[in-house]
T-cell receptor, first 112, second 111 residues
């Protein structure tokens, strides 16, 4: 059974204070690892897809990296508008489908 | 920018009633999905749909649930006889490849 564990559950940062969110995963074979942002009462918003260990993707203040067992979402000099819950999800190539298995998310609060 | 839309945004129903949640996927997408998120819990996969048939479903997606693509644009989720535990946010998603794009969700409240 695919498993995704995210840590920490919640993170409070001062504006400009860089940090990283962790996503550990267990799959029989990784088709892809996905990062989403979710604002309260809204649907997940796609950020990145990572396919193989060593891959990195960047978007504004966010950078996602991938190893064979975990992924990190690095946030550089965050701003209050980066406050949201960040979700990690995996697609298992062994499942033969495109379903996503999500973690519980990390709720990020950036304080001005 | 194209986006997935869902209606209604909030649905309140009595236990045992049927509800239909509607979604309009992004127009050139081929794969369609329903997920749900119970308050405070993780997003959970329900069902995937491709080429006018279910391609995969989870244990949650029992005989009370059904999906349909009645025309070229809409994708619906029907719950035949709602239970209290069906109260959740229901998200539709669509994709043309691996990346899935989610709609804003329908909040279903079962009383």
């Amino acid at each position: 059974e695919d498993q995704v564990t995210q840590s920490p559950e919640a993170l409070r940062l001062q504006e400009g204070e860089s940090s990283s969110l962790n996503c550990s995963y267990t799959v029989s074979g990784l088709r892809g690892l996905f990062w989403y942002r979710q604002d309260p009462g809204k649907g997940p918003e796609f950020l990145f897809t990572l396919y193989s260990a060593g891959e990195e993707k960047e978007k504004e203040r966010l950078k996602a990296t991938l190893t064979k067992k975990e992924s990190f979402l690095h946030i550089t000099a965050p701003k209050p508008e980066d406050s949201a819950t960040y979700l990690c999800a995996v697609q298992d190539s062994g499942a033969g489908s495109y379903q996503l298995t999500f973690g519980k998310g990390t709720k990020l609060s950036v304080i001005p | 920018e194209p986006e997935v839309t869902q209606t209604p945004s909030h649905q309140v129903t009595q236990m045992g009633q049927e509800v239909i949640l509607r979604c309009v996927p992004i127009s050139n997408h081929l794969y369609f999905y329903w997920y749900r998120q119970i308050l405070g819990q993780k997003v959970e996969f329900l069902v995937s749909f491709y080429n006018n048939e279910i391609s995969e479903k989870s244990e949650i997606f029992d005989d009370q649930f059904s999906v349909e693509r009645p025309d070229g644009s809409n994708f619906t989720l029907k719950i035949r006889s709602t239970k209290l535990e069906d109260s959740a946010m229901y998200f539709c998603a669509s994709s043309v490849g691996n990346e899935q794009f989610f709609g804003p969700g329908t909040r279903l409240t079962v009383l």
